[in-house]
């Protein structure tokens, strides 16, 4: 952004450079990466942008933008650069500390509401008072659990302390912190000890399921910039679901719905493991993928 004159610099030609930049540099959707940091240093929403093509940008908003640009062209995701990832249509604080929200992940919850929508097998649906998300991250899953299912009392877990206080912010952005109870631990052992006498009624999961093969072949986005804590699963990236799997039928109710997403070449494998807490299915994400294994032991 030095080759011309500051005069030259409109928000039409920011954008025409940077995208060109970016793929050039093989950034990630290009097109969508130079709305969202001209958007974000211009404190608007992207389609403002095209209201007003020919406004001039400032030196200090190209003082900015320049960083940002060349943070971008670094495969730093755009997420991390402007603080927010949105996950069904809502915003969520990230950093580096958490993972970016993923639609993949929205079919978690789909799953839920899908069934308490159409019922079980020979009876009324069960209902959800008490929910847990382990792994929680941003928070982004747990609190769409609190926001969809307002009589659901939610409890969301995570290793990192770092996580939670992501996680903490965002429910208090989307007012629900009165709902969700934030607990660090590893995997279910934070629900031990906050177990209902009953079981919690639903418990769904995102867990580390990249294997060490697979972890290789990620992009340098993911690779050099997300947490791996909340990637890596082991040599076949199972290591973490076995034990979930494992444990959970211990805090599960004995009518309890599980559901947990896991890598796109596990679904055989985590269709076996999840056999062990009730009747098992896989269902697909919104891509059409399978990755998401779904135990209704009320038998939905």
């Known amino acids: ?7 030259t610099w409109t928000t039409r030609r ?18 969508v990466t130079a709305q969202l940091l001209v958007a974000h ?13 020919d406004r001039q940008a400032s030196d200090a908003e190209r003082d900015r933008l320049r960083v940002l640009v060349g943070r971008a ?5 755009v997420q991390y650069l402007i603080g927010s990832g949105q996950f069904l249509g809502r915003p969520f604080e990230v950093n580096p500390s958490v993972l970016i929200p993923r639609t993949a992940t929205e079919s978690i919850l789909q799953a839920v ?13 069960p209902a959800l008072d008490v929910a847990a998300d382990i792994g929680t991250g941003s928070g982004s899953l747990a609190i769409s659990m609190a926001l969809h299912l307002p009589s659901t009392r939610v409890v969301a877990t995570d290793l990192s302390a770092d996580a ?20 660090q631990g590893d995997a279910v052992e934070p629900l031990r000890t906050c177990r209902p006498e009953r079981g919690f009624d639903l418990i769904v999961s995102n867990p580390p399921y990249i294997s060490d093969a697979t972890w290789d072949t990620l992009d340098a986005s993911v690779r050099e910039h997300e947490p791996a804590l909340a990637l890596r699963g082991g040599v076949d990236g199972l290591d973490c679901i076995r034990r979930i799997i494992e444990d959970v039928q211990d805090v ?8 947990l997403e896991y890598g796109d ?10 056999g062990q807490i009730g009747p098992a299915r896989i269902e697909c994400d919104v891509d059409g993928d399978e990755r998401i294994v779904v135990v209704d032991r009320a038998g939905g």
């Open 1 to 7: 952004m030095t080759a011309a004159g500051q005069d």
């Open 14 to 31: 920011l954008l025409e450079w940077m995208q060109s930049h970016f793929l050039a540099k093989g950034v990630h959707a290009p097109e």
């Open 41 to 53: 240093v211009l404190d608007v929403e992207p389609i403002m942008l095209f209201s007003d093509p």
């Open 73 to 77: 062209a670094d495969q730093e995701p």
């Open 113 to 125: 509401l899908d069934r308490q929508r159409g019922g079980v097998a020979g009876g009324d649906v």
């Open 164 to 183: 939670l206080e992501v996680a903490q912010r965002n429910g208090e952005r989307h007012g629900v912190t009165d709902r969700i109870e934030f607990m």
């Open 252 to 259: 599960l109710a004995d009518d309890g719905l599980f559901v």
């Open 265 to 274: 070449d596990q679904a055989e494998a985590v269709l076996a493991l999840a």
